[in-house]
């Protein structure tokens, strides 16, 4: 059991580290939009930052953005002890216990840029942001904005002019910017999908079973009880 733990938390540790030392770089070599093309036109590190969710989805306004930030705590707190939890059982599959990681480190990689960045870098307008500025941070703890970087527009085109509603427009695929932690989040719920569906059935089906038992064991004690009366 110890030894899943420690390889649980080895996954979780190297992709927080990866997805922390990039976007450290990130905020301190370009300026916010500017990008580097690492591979012709489609795949291109390009610097954005959003308030909201992953792939760069906002959720509104100032009171939005601190609602959001409570509840990734929250959520992550729930993953965090549901996943050590089920690796102490050792019918856990090691498999499912991955992606559950996965899906952990990711949202404690987006969390740490939502607590603190606002409060250890200056903001990126313009210019290349500042490590722990004199004059404090961009904004205020709860309030940082989440670093993305990958973008990969594979498919450029115009829609044809016959389409409804659409039609003319220029139109991008793969068009959300993205971060490690994005990614790390939507490998783990796809491989659940995927692969795990099942476990997530047996364990709805455990407990309802159990609440069975439960109610059985109930009502036999009512019986027995109404019998000596």
């Keep these: 059991m110890k030894n899943r733990t420690r390889k649980l938390l080895c996954i979780i540790f190297l992709i927080l580290t990866a997805d922390q030392a990039l976007k450290v770089w990130i905020k301190t070599s370009l300026s916010l939009g500017e990008e580097i093309v690492v ?3 489609w795949f291109i590190i390009h610097f954005v930052e959003n308030n909201g969710m992953a792939f760069g989805f906002e959720f509104a306004g100032e009171y939005g953005k601190l609602f959001l930030s409570i509840f990734r705590i929250v959520a992550v707190i729930a993953i965090g002890w549901y996943l050590f939890r089920l690796a102490r059982i050792k019918e ?4 499912f216990l991955v992606c559950i990681a996965l899906i952990f480190a990711g949202a404690v990689g987006n969390i740490i840029d939502s607590l603190f960045y606002g409060i250890i870098f200056s903001d990126s307008y313009g210019r ?4 722990m500025p004199a004059n404090g941070g961009y904004s205020s703890l709860l ?3 989440v670093v993305d970087m990958f973008y990969f527009p594979i498919i450029q085109t115009t829609l044809p002019q016959w389409l409804p509603i659409w039609g003319g427009n220029n139109f991008t695929f793969f068009r959300p910017v993205f971060n490690i932690a994005d990614s790390s989040i939507t490998v783990g719920i796809f491989s659940l999908i995927l692969f795990y569906r099942k476990q997530f059935n047996s364990l709805g089906k455990d407990k309802h079973e159990e609440e069975i038992d439960e109610i059985e064991e109930f009502d036999g004690s009512s019986e027995n009880a109404t019998l000596e009366n």
């Design 39 to 41: 591979f012709k036109d």
């Design 92 to 95: 856990s599959p090691f498999g």
């Design 128 to 131: 290349v942001a500042e490590f």
């Design 143 to 145: 309030h940082g904005r």
